[in-house]
């Protein structure tokens, strides 16, 4: 299981809402369109398939980081909002 930063940046609103409805399935919402997601890699592969069914690649943008242990481990939240929970293994509903 890995953890993954996933952005998007979705130039149509039907579309973007389908993009954050889909990955609040699937992690935590860190940014309007940052997500962190810890997955196994058949649900980081169906996650990409599901995203790439409904994005138009000439017009929206995703993007996809796997973070090593050291970024979670240095990972600091600053400010206002509800903080990010590491030890949440899976959030597909």
């Known amino acids: 299981m890995a953890f993954w ?3 998007y940046d979705i130039a149509d609103p039907r579309r ?3 993009v ?3 990955l609040e ?3 935590q919402r860190l940014q309007y369109s940052v997500f962190l997601c810890r997955l196994e890699a058949e649900a980081i592969r169906q996650l990409r398939r599901g ?6 690649l000439e017009e929206d943008r995703l993007f996809f980081l796997r973070l ?3 970024c979670i481990e240095a990972l600091e939240q600053i400010g206002q909002g509800k903080g990010v ?9």
């Open 51 to 56: 995203l790439l069914r409904i994005v138009d």
């Open 16 to 18: 973007l809402q389908r």
């Open 68 to 70: 090593c242990q050291g």
């Open 20 to 22: 954050a409805r889909l």
């Open 85 to 93: 929970d590491l030890r949440q293994n899976h959030w597909i509903v």
């Open 5 to 7: 930063l996933i952005g």
């Open 25 to 27: 399935d699937y992690g």
